[in-house]
């Protein structure tokens, strides 16, 4: 089945950098537009970044723009984002997501807390 599998979160402080990754199973990774969404307390999930089956990249935000990076490893099923320059706002559950066969899947997410 297709699983999923975000890591990388954490507590860290204001100005901080943390990697994320989020390895894939039970489908053909390659093939497959990765994104990266974020869920903040008592806000909707957001959708931060997409990574194109052949790398391409999108960060949807404009206060993430130049402090977040989206990449991909297919020889490896991983998706990462690499966030730099992180605040307090940056505090969220991040998680991963993929469509496969027209459903879509989420990881289990990881916490991100930035302190001031």
């Known amino acids: 089945q297709v699983q999923l599998v975000e890591s990388g979160g954490g507590l860290v402080q204001s100005g901080g950098s943390l990697r994320l990754s989020c390895v894939g199973s039970g489908f053909v990774f390659s093939t497959n537009t990765m994104r990266w969404y974020r869920q903040a307390p008592g806000k909707e999930r957001e959708l931060v970044a997409t990574?194109?089956?052949?790398?391409?990249?999108?960060i949807f935000e404009d206060s993430m723009k130049g402090r977040f990076t989206a990449s991909r490893d297919n020889a490896e099923n991983t998706a990462y984002l690499q966030m730099n320059s992180l605040n307090p706002d940056d505090t969220a559950v991040y998680y991963c997501g993929a469509t496969v066969h027209s459903r879509r899947y989420w990881g289990q997410g990881t916490q991100v807390t930035v302190s001031s």
């Open positions: 990574i194109s089956s052949t790398g391409e990249t999108i």
